[in-house]
């Protein structure tokens, strides 16, 4: 057992001796990551919920194949679009991967704005004891008698405060929040606080690329008028011919929740264009409001286009 009572192999370390590049959307982190791991000869780590999907390649800007051919890059296309995909599975890839490219002698650079994926890496994640399947069995039969809505009641009585973060119909997390209660005797809540506080690792350099909120507004729409210049629909109906449907995670991404309902006739094409550039811009502020609640992260002010050789400087020196 580790001092703090939770057991070694409930937990995922926080990685150190690495460096982290994050930044919110359109923010130009792609392009600086690329010509930082160029000059430290470093290898790239995504840290972007949406690019693990296969397939969804306009929406998320991933980084082209000749980007990823020039600078290996990792955890990118690693799902089908139609599959879930946790930031359990996500830290377990990250450790092993690390690893690996330490072993070959080379740096790691974390890219990427998803604050949970970011902030799990730095501070360290309680995964939690092993899956119960049967206790999992009873409570997806519960839930085809009784639905969903006694579920989320269900967990609010054992782990209120899980209960607030999680919507009522993700049947996946509610289970496992009723699940670690079952078996630790406390709720998910208490487990996770462990992991609350912020301190970049020792080791380790952490970046975010800071814009001026109107200048980063208008390139939020440069973003995407260019993802449906680019064939942000046309990308996202082969999904559909290809997959069928996309899975829970997937459908409810900006960028492909609102193609996908143009797509249905729901919204037209106007709309479309308007509620992409809004979600976008509300997703920015809540990545913004993350990146405060992370006062160890070194900010770099972007003002023109002399802020992308300016930041990889910054960067590099710090290696």
Known sequence: METSGIPSDWILAPLDQVLYLTGPTASGKTQVALRVAERIDAEIISV????????????????????????????????????????????????????????????????????????????????????????????ELEVTEVGTERLHERVAQVDPLSAKKIMPNDVRRMTRALEVARITGKPLSHWQTQFEKFVVPPQSRAFVLGWNRAVLHHRVENRVHQMLEFGLIDEVQGLLEKFGTLGRTASQAVGYKEPLQYLAGEIDYKSMKELITIHTRQFVRRQEIWFRSMPTIERIEMTDSNSLASAVDTICSAV
């Open 48 to 139: 972007d919920s949406m690019a693990v999907y296969r397939g969804m390649d306009i929406g998320t800007a991933k980084p082209t194949r000749e980007e990823q051919t020039a600078i290996q890059h990792h955890l990118i296309d690693v799902r089908d679009p139609n599959e879930d995909y946790s930031v359990a599975e996500y830290l377990t890839n990250a450790h092993r991967i690390v690893s690996e490219i330490k072993e070959r002698g080379r740096r790691v650079l974390f890219v990427g704005g998803t604050p949970l994926y970011l902030k799990s890496l730095i501070c360290g994640f309680f995964q939690g004891p092993q899956a119960d399947w049967e206790f999992r069995k009873a409570v």
